[in-house]
């Protein structure tokens, strides 16, 4: 089968869609299909290109499990905004127009679109229809919503109605369209989305290569973690929206208790703040994004992981961070409204207190400080979830098996005959 993607993010990015497109993708191409991605230089968490690409200009990679990658030019701003969003994320809706266009000689049977960028989506269901292929959109994010929930684009008036027309408009025109939890997938539905088109298409994790290990941590060693402190982690992308400022807060109020340390590992554009707000506190330790064959070593530094998130904000999405966190068979703090998929997920797994409520934030975390006992228990229950739910093989083989079944329908669709009208008959005079 001849896949295409179209995609903002993906592989070296270490984290967030990029991570999952790219494994993804790798593992289409590995099982034999042929694999086609149009992208941009690697360039998030720290919203800065990396250093062995050209920011604007094209380039083709061959990856190692034969997937053909064809970057594109983007601009990146420094200081990301509603405005230089919008500009970045036009330009590569753009710059990959002419590469998808030249795609349809290649004849796809699928065209797959992710969300983030939406910008692009249309460019993916022209492309699909010039060459008579399926389309997939896969949201990682509701990015619309998101930028009124985060007063990116304005909550009321044109441009708010404008945006919700355009996205009800283009998600129409897609064959199937798939996120990566229950509540996504129900708000997909409120949108308008028929649920004959509706798939759930999990978040995975390679639950080989991050596993619980006992013993001495690396890690922990090379910062000066003593072995009966309790190491609290946070992980990932340091962005506007994942509410990161109650960590220094948590840190702060901590400051005078030996039992505890916290790593806070990552980059974005709230690790400059971070690195201020924390410069002070004895036991904070900051690392930058830790290589792929460190992951497991740095989840595993863990005792207890954190996951905050805004309160205006959270509903909208399924940390990616958070698959990982589960399998390394630790519990996890998260900070999330009540019946929101983070909040469910959690439940029984660690702990979930409501966004905004430090104080509570803090009794949670000397609850499972205190208790060893605690922590093992839900560690187990999250390493449970993660191998029987987020088994990267088994995502990818039920996704593999959807799109085998869409090209089926599509070739049934276009070898059925087309209706006859009935036959006319000469009334007699």
């Known amino acids: 089968m001849r896949i295409l993607l179209l995609g903002l993010n993906y592989a070296p990015e270490l984290t967030g869609i990029g991570k999952y497109s790219g494994e993804m993708m790798e593992w289409l191409a590995a099982h034999g299909h042929e694999v086609r991605v149009v992208t941009t230089p690697p360039y998030y968490p720290a919203w800065k290109v990396h250093q062995d690409f050209k920011p604007l ?171 009966d402190q309790v190491v609290l982690l946070y992980s990932g992308n340091l962005g506007m929206k994942q509410g990161l400022e109650v960590l ?52 595993n530094a863990a005792d207890i992981h954190l996951l905050p998130q805004r309160g205006d904000a959270a509903h909208l999405v399924m940390p990616s961070k958070l698959t990982g966190m589960l399998a390394s068979g630790r519990p996890v703090i998260s900070t999330a409204a009540a019946g929101t998929e983070v909040a469910e997920v959690v439940a029984g797994r660690g702990i979930n207190v409501p966004p905004g409520d430090s104080d509570t934030l803090r009794r949670a975390v000397l609850t499972l400080v205190e208790s060893e006992q605690m922590r093992t228990e839900m560690g187990r229950a999250a390493r449970s979830f993660a191998e029987e739910n987020l088994s990267r093989e088994q995502v990818l083989r039920r996704f593999e098996m959807e799109i085998m079944r869409l090209k089926a329908e599509s070739a049934a669709h276009a070898a059925a005959p087309a209706p006859q009208s009935e036959p006319h008959t000469q009334r007699p005079e």
Request: aromatic share 10%; proline share 8%; net charge positive.
């Open 57 to 227: 200009a094209y380039r083709r990679e061959t990856s190692p499990a034969g997937a053909s990658i064809y970057r594109c030019p983007l601009w990146v701003p420094s200081r990301p905004n509603g405005l230089s969003r919008l500009v970045h994320l036009g330009t590569f809706a753009t710059s990959s127009l002419p590469v998808m266009l030249a795609s349809v000689l290649w004849r796809p049977d699928l065209v797959l679109s992710v969300e983030p960028a939406f910008f692009g989506a249309p460019v993916a269901i022209l492309t699909a229809f010039l060459s008579g292929a399926a389309s997939w959109l896969h949201v990682q994010d509701f990015e619309i919503d998101a930028a009124f929930e985060l007063n990116l684009l304005p909550s009321q008036g044109f441009i708010h109605n404008f945006a919700l027309a355009y996205e009800r408009f283009v998600m129409r025109g897609f064959t199937r369209i798939s996120s990566i939890c229950p509540n996504m997938v129900r708000r997909l539905a409120e949108k308008g989305v028929s649920s004959r088109k509706v798939v759930h298409f999990p978040n995975w994790v390679d639950i080989d290569a991050v596993r619980p290990v006992e013993g001495p941590n690396t890690i922990r060693q090379e910062l000066g973690i003593r072995n």
């Open 248 to 299: 220094p807060t948590l840190a702060q109020q901590l400051r005078n208790d030996p039992r505890v340390h916290f790593i806070f590992c990552g980059d974005g554009a709230f690790r400059p703040q971070l690195e201020q707000m924390t410069a002070r506190l004895q036991n904070v330790s900051l690392l930058p994004l830790q290589p792929e064959d460190r992951l497991n070593e740095l989840l």
